[in-house]
């Protein structure tokens, strides 16, 4: 691997035409490491607003928490029911926990000092949620927990700070779930070599045990400097070992990046060098690679940034000139956890990409994806592997997310695939199913899309979904808990669906009793999209969400095309007669987009398009959004 094979730009991450101040400061970018899931969605604060936005920061939905609080947000945590957890700085910390709304649903100041960076705070898979206290000198530093959702919280190991007589450690660094063993969590301290220790916990911080010192860190290393590989503040977890990059030169001159067995934390070993200032972050971009950005402390001129390759070789990509002048931690290990298709953020501490900026984000991508050295980018971003890929599985069926899909998923080779297991429509890539759950690429989109939805709707969204699949409902359930299922014809097997609706007419549905109506590969069955919008406004509450998804095949750019019907689908229904008078069948349906688009906003739900990469192929898919006003 080359470094100039790939290519890293950073930039501030807010524009003018944004409306946002351009110094609002970075909060988080959202992602669930436990559950292996990256989101689009990601916030940033100015004095007493919050911003939100569910496209990797194109747009911006701000709220104003003046009513709240009285000193600025400087920290964010987002749980995977939607809620946040938000803490001030200012005269004390409060941490308040709001709902995706941002309406306040408790408030507490139980602890006197915030949580440090993007790896220091954490939810598990059974929901218990705990972070650490930082703290320049302080008498006593606690981990903190919640096992009810962030309303309440008890300090679960407690260590002796600097204004002590017999310090333990200085501040925590990292508290993170191990998202392959539930119930185990890391937690590491700094800054002082004798500070630096990891501690596991294996009842969901019930109790912890410290690791021992490292064993033999690496033959350069002296004896009495073997705990400094234990300072870091970021860490990334894989199958059968822990990568982090060190907060330390480690008395080389040097930060380092080392690697650890899961089954024995204090067999950690360095494995490659980095440059001369301390590292903060390291930010997942896949199976095997990782980015890893420093400070600009040691040396002040510029800070590094590192491609980290198969979790064991580091390559510079660049030296960002610090435009500060002075001493900078950079992005104060606020960045990303993991990055979304090549995209992450950073705090920018001091103005260091730009004067006024204090918000990044960052690009990543692979300069020639033809080259075999850049398919290891290409296929943690989501390229289909082969066998590699077979043994991960997709965004639905994880390991850890397992028991939250329908049975009967079970896997049998598609009909018409190639040998990649991509399906074929007219001899081209139309869908890729997953080698382990046998899922679809729109199906897998829907939960990136649900992902983005939940931060605009309320965290018990009532959902209407039309003639769903089982992996579609169970998707459904897992972000907003209750489902309404309806179907013209056929319960989908779901036995609970309501069969015999036409959702072009609803009178059986009340006005304004739902927050959400998805659809999907059911408008191409309908020529009269009219009434279907009319009715979809209808039962939407105000701000509600109409979501639905169209084959790209039965989709037409042609602005003179309305719809044009056909009859292969040989089901049939008195609702939806032939136009000929020729006998009685489903349509299947080819609509104009432009036409579909104009249809929608004059029935008051304007359509936006979304195309959403699929997260196990190099495939996107097109669902369309409608907002209620």
């Known amino acids: 691997m080359k470094p100039d094979e790939f290519h890293i730009k950073a930039q501030p991450a807010l524009r003018p035409e944004m409306k946002v101040a351009r110094h609002a400061h970075f909060l988080e970018h959202v992602s669930f490491p436990v559950h292996h899931q990256s989101t689009p969605v990601v916030l940033c604060a100015h004095d007493a607003f919050v911003f939100i936005s569910a496209d990797l920061g194109r747009s911006w939905l701000g709220h104003d928490l003046g009513r709240l609080i009285s000193s600025p947000v400087s920290r964010c945590f987002t749980l995977r029911n939607g809620d946040h957890l938000l803490q001030t700085a200012r005269g004390g910390v409060e941490t308040l926990l709001v709902d995706s709304e941002f309406r306040l649903i408790s408030r507490s100041r139980y602890a006197l000092h915030n949580w440090h960076g993007s790896w220091s705070v954490d939810e598990s898979l059974s929901g218990v949620i705990m972070y650490g206290e930082y703290a320049a000198r302080a008498k006593e530093l606690s981990v903190w927990r919640s096992t009810d959702g962030g309303r309440t919280w008890r300090a679960r190991l407690t260590l002796r700070g600097l204004n002590s007589e017999a310090p333990e450690a200085r501040h925590f660094h990292v508290c993170q779930a191990d998202p392959f063993s539930p119930g185990r969590w890391l937690i590491s301290t700094g800054d002082a070599q004798e500070h630096c220790r990891i501690w596991l916990s294996r009842d969901d911080g019930e109790s912890w045990s410290e690791v021992s010192e490292p064993a033999n860190p690496g033959e350069a290393i002296k004896p009495g400097d073997r705990r400094r590989i234990y300072r870091f503040t970021s860490v990334v977890f894989r199958k059968d070992r822990l990568v982090w990059v060190t907060d330390d030169t480690l008395g080389l001159g040097k930060a380092a990046l080392v690697s650890a067995p899961r089954s024995g934390l ?115 971003l989501g390229s289909p592997g082969g066998a590699e890929t077979s043994a991960v599985g997709c965004n639905l069926c994880l390991p850890e997310a397992q028991s939250d899909i329908d049975s009967g998923f079970g896997w049998k080779r598609p009909p018409r695939c190639d040998d ?50 089982s992996p579609e409902r169970a998707i459904v359930k897992r972000y907003f808990g209750r489902l309404t299922h309806v179907s013209l014809q056929g319960d989908h097997g779901d036995p609970e669906c309501r069969v015999g609706i036409d959702i072009t007419h609803m009178p059986s549905i009340p006005t304004e009793s739902f927050d959400l109506c998805y659809a999907c590969n059911v408008l191409d069955y309908i020529p009269d999209l009219a009434k279907v919008f009319s009715e979809a406004r209808r039962i939407l509450r105000p701000s509600g969400l109409f979501l639905f998804f169209i084959q790209p095949y039965r989709l037409t750019e042609d602005s003179a095309t309305t719809v044009f019907v056909r009859h292969a689908n040989a089901l049939r229904h008195e609702s939806y007669a032939r136009r000929d008078g020729a006998g009685t069948g489903i349509p299947d349906c080819v609509i104009g987009i432009p036409w579909m688009l104009r249809t929608a906003e004059a029935e008051g739900l304007p359509a936006t398009p979304y195309r959403l990469k699929d997260p196990l192929s190099d495939l996107s898919f097109t669902w369309f959004m409608c907002r209620k006003d």
């Open 266 to 380: 204090e067999a950690a070993r360095v494995v490659a060098p980095l440059g001369g200032n301390e590292m903060r972050t390291l930010t997942s971009i896949g199976e095997e690679c990782a980015l890893a950005t420093s400070e600009a402390k040691l040396d002040v001129a510029a800070a590094d940034v590192f491609l980290v390759a198969r979790d064991s070789e580091a390559r510079r990509l660049a030296s960002i000139p610090n435009r500060t002048g002075g001493k900078t931690a950079f992005s104060r290990s606020l960045c990303s956890r993991i990055a979304h298709g090549g995209v992450l953020f950073s705090y920018d501490d001091g103005g260091v990409i730009d004067a006024d900026c204090r918000f990044v984000r960052w690009e990543l991508n692979a300069r020639n994806h033809s080259e075999p050295t850049s398919g290891v980018l290409g296929q943690t």
């Open 420 to 469: 990649r297991l991509y399906l074929l429509r007219d001899g081209k890539p139309h869908e890729y199913r997953c080698p382990r759950c046998d899922s679809r690429g729109r199906t897998r989109t829907l939960q990136c899309l649900f992902s983005q939805a939940r931060g605009f709707l309320p965290t018990k969204a009532a959902v209407l979904g039309v003639s769903s699949t």
